[in-house]
């Protein structure tokens, strides 16, 4: 079956770190770029961060820049996004996306909870 | 505050048409294609219409998009009332270096 599934979410306290993953199967998770949109609740979409292929070139979006940092491993079908120095507006349901070559993100997975909270 | 302007509503009854529109601008809608994402309650977004006006398959034709200059819009014929959902428009950003989205439009099928 073709899927993207997230983990790592969960409660954290301000100015603190969680790294999310993303295990993707059923498809040749290195011939996509990956991409981490999240969803404040009860809001829009929100692009975070984004890697081509093999992980030579990432992108992040002003309001993550210098505490996010996106990665994967090809070899074990992953996609990981470190994020430090949380803070109360990272609270989201994140999910990643496989991005297409016009930047369409044709799959997605379900999210995983990410609560920045004292 | 999104980069990509959609109206915050809409809506329609059973067999209507209904248009959803996206305004960006030269940085994004004017260079780059436009993607719509379907999201229905509790659920993850799925791809509507990319590259403009391309649907996946799986798709129904009464799903479609058109773009000209720096506007997008997206045109759903034959409204049903499983089409009640959340519409989003997205487009790369040169500028910004980012991918950006609009802030979302709720349908409702009245």
Request: hydrophobic share 30%; proline share 4%; aromatic share 8%.
């Amino acid at each position: 079956e073709v899927q993207l599934v997230e983990s790592g979410g969960g409660v954290v306290r301000p100015g603190g770190s969680l790294r999310l993953s993303c295990a993707a199967s059923g498809f040749t998770f290195d011939d996509y770029g990956m991409s981490w949109v999240r969803q404040a609740p009860g809001k829009g979409l929100e692009w975070v961060s984004g890697i081509n292929w093999n992980g030579g070139s990432t992108g992040y979006a002003d309001s993550v820049k210098g505490r996010f940092t996106i990665s994967r491993d090809n070899a074990k079908n992953s996609l990981y996004l470190q994020m430090n120095s949380l803070r109360a507006e990272d609270t989201a349901l994140y999910h990643c996306a496989s991005s297409g070559a016009e930047w369409e993100l044709a799959l997605w997975g379900q999210g995983t909870l990410v609560t920045v909270s004292s | 505050q999104s980069v990509l302007t959609q109206p915050p509503s809409a809506s329609g009854t059973p067999g209507q048409r209904v248009t959803i529109s996206c305004s960006g601008s030269s940085s994004n809608i004017g260079s780059n294609t436009v993607n719509w994402y379907q999201q229905l309650p509790g659920t993850a977004p799925k791809l509507l219409i990319y590259s403009n006006n391309q649907r996946p398959s799986g798709v129904p034709d009464r799903f479609s998009g058109s773009k000209s200059g720096t506007s997008a819009s997206l045109a759903i014929s034959g409204l049903q009332s499983e089409d009640e959902a959340d519409y989003y428009c997205a487009a790369w950003d040169d500028s910004l270096n980012g991918g950006v989205f609009g802030g979302g439009t709720k349908l409702t099928v009245l």
